[in-house]
């Protein structure tokens, strides 16, 4: 079945950067679009951007423009987030989602990013 | 960017109600229109896309309609574990936006 699995919880103080990661299973990773969301304790969702896994074009929302960047490494089928010049703001849990037609119809578990000094 | 709005921004309802979240968006786009769940502590599930296809595996009792800026979810007969919050998303293209979320609970 189709997984993502990523990876842990991470601690940064401000002005420093993270770098998340995304294991897609159970289908083919090239095909779709893997798409970073992220949620602020007690707020709704924001989508951050996505890459297409195939030859590696990336799209960001206007909000992180300059201090976000996706990869990916397909013999690996995973995809890679790190977001720059943390705030307290930041303090969120990633998600990354598969996008297809259907729209984000899977989504990893989630990693809780905490930025305190 | 178009912004999408949902109403209202919290719900409560009795067991066996019929229910309905609506979700507006600033300008009209085609009808790239999902809905998620969200229980508390995990990640969003898709219930709807295209504004009014079922998800696999979602019951019966969800349905979503609409099209243009007018869309809406409706779940025909609350169930105790529909206790989530529901948003909207388009994703016909980018910014992907998602409604502000509508917290649902049982009275």
């Known amino acids: 079945q189709v997984q993502l699995v990523q990876s842990g919880a991470e601690v940064r103080k401000p002005g420093a950067s993270v770098k998340l990661s995304c294991k897609a299973s159970?289908?083919?990773?090239?095909?779709?679009?893997i798409h970073w969301v992220r949620q602020a304790p007690g707020q709704g969702l924001e989508w951050m951007g996505w890459i297409s896994p195939d030859i590696g074009t990336t799209r960001y929302s206007q909000k992180f423009l300059g201090r976000l960047t996706f990869t990916r490494d397909s013999s690996a089928n995973t995809a890679y987030m790190q977001l720059n010049s943390l705030i307290s703001e930041d303090t969120a849990v990633y998600s990354c989602?598969?996008?297809?037609?259907?729209?984000?119809?899977?989504w990893g578990q989630g990693t809780l990013v905490t930025v305190s000094s | 960017d178009i912004q999408m709005t949902q109403s209202p921004s919290s719900l409560s309802a009795s067991v066996g109600d019929r229910v309905t979240i609506t979700c507006r968006a600033s300008r009209g786009f085609s009808n790239f229109l999902a809905w998620y769940q969200q229980k508390p502590g995990k990640a969003p599930n898709l219930l709807i896309y295209a504004a009014s296809t079922l998800q696999s595996g979602v019951p019966s009792r969800f349905s979503g309609s609409g099209s243009g800026t007018d869309f809406t979810l409706t779940i025909s007969s609350l169930q105790p574990e529909d206790v989530a919050t529901y948003y909207c998303?388009?994703?016909?293209?980018?910014?992907?936006?998602f409604g502000q979320g509508t917290k649902l609970e049982i009275k």
């Open positions: 998303q388009k994703y016909d293209s980018a910014p992907y936006t």
């Open positions: 159970g289908y083919n990773f090239i095909n779709y679009a």
């Open positions: 989602a598969r996008g297809s037609d259907s729209a984000f119809d899977s």
